[in-house]
Structure formats: structure tokens, C-alpha cells
């Protein structure tokens, strides 16, 4: 099977032209570590981690799935363990930070 290769893949250094969206609020480490590791883009949902602070602000448990530490801890602990994960196929993956002002208290963390 012939597979697409675009300058898109150049430029991001993965095999195929996919790039997974966000999908927050919820924890999409393992999804972005496994379409990282198919050759595609996995991308990290930031949303959701400042809702430990805002218990209203999305429709989860924010504390049961993220823990207790603050947002900018939750997002460094995430990224590394992106990270460890990807180590073998490349280390290729995103962060999807939202910057509209609905987050701001999140981006400005």
C-alpha cells in the first residue's frame, strides 16, 4: 500500500499527513503517544488541567483524572511522559495550548 507523503511530514518529521486534534478536557497522553508512535502527530489536550483550580469549568472530575498538582505540573508531567513515550519512533508530538480568553487564567500559567 502506498502511503501519502507530503511537505507537511517534512517539516514535522512524521510518516503520514495526520495530525490528532486536542480533544479536551480530558487526559489524551497515551492517545497522543500512540498516534506519535503510528507515524502521525499526537497532540497533548492542555484543556481541562487548569479545571482543579475552576471545578465548573469543564464537565469532568478535573482532580480524578489530572491529581491535585497545579496546571503548569500537570502539563510538564504530561509532556514528559509524551516524551518517554515517543523516545523510540522520534519524540514527534504537540501541545495543544488554547489562548482564546475563555483560558486565559489556563495560558497565562
Given at each position: 500500500?502506498?502511503?501519502?507523503?507530503?511537505?507537511?511530514?517534512d517539516i514535522l518529521g512524521?510518516?503520514?499527513?495526520?495530525?490528532?486534534?486536542?480533544?479536551?478536557?480530558?487526559?489524551t497522553e497515551a492517545l497522543?503517544?500512540?498516534?506519535s508512535n503510528a507515524g502521525?502527530?499526537?497532540?497533548?489536550?492542555?484543556?481541562?488541567?487548569?479545571?482543579?483550580?475552576?471545578?465548573?469549568?469543564?464537565?469532568?472530575?478535573?482532580?480524578?483524572?489530572?491529581?491535585?498538582?497545579?496546571?503548569?505540573?500537570?502539563?510538564?508531567?504530561?509532556?514528559?511522559?509524551?516524551?518517554?513515550?515517543?523516545?523510540?519512533?522520534?519524540?514527534?508530538?504537540?501541545?495543544?495550548?488554547?489562548?482564546?480568553?475563555?483560558?486565559?487564567?489556563?495560558?497565562?500559567?
Open positions: 500500500m502506498k502511503c501519502i507523503h507530503t511537505e507537511l511530514c512524521i510518516q503520514h499527513p495526520i495530525l490528532q486534534g486536542g480533544m479536551g478536557p480530558y487526559k497522543a503517544t500512540a498516534v502521525a502527530l499526537g497532540v497533548i489536550s492542555s484543556i481541562g488541567m487548569a479545571a482543579t483550580m475552576i471545578p465548573d469549568a469543564a464537565p469532568i472530575d478535573a482532580v480524578r483524572l489530572f491529581g491535585t498538582d497545579p496546571p503548569e505540573v500537570i502539563l510538564q508531567k504530561s509532556i514528559e511522559a509524551v516524551a518517554k513515550g515517543t523516545h523510540g519512533s522520534g519524540g514527534v508530538f504537540g501541545v495543544n495550548i488554547p489562548v482564546a480568553s475563555e483560558f486565559t487564567l489556563a495560558s497565562e500559567m
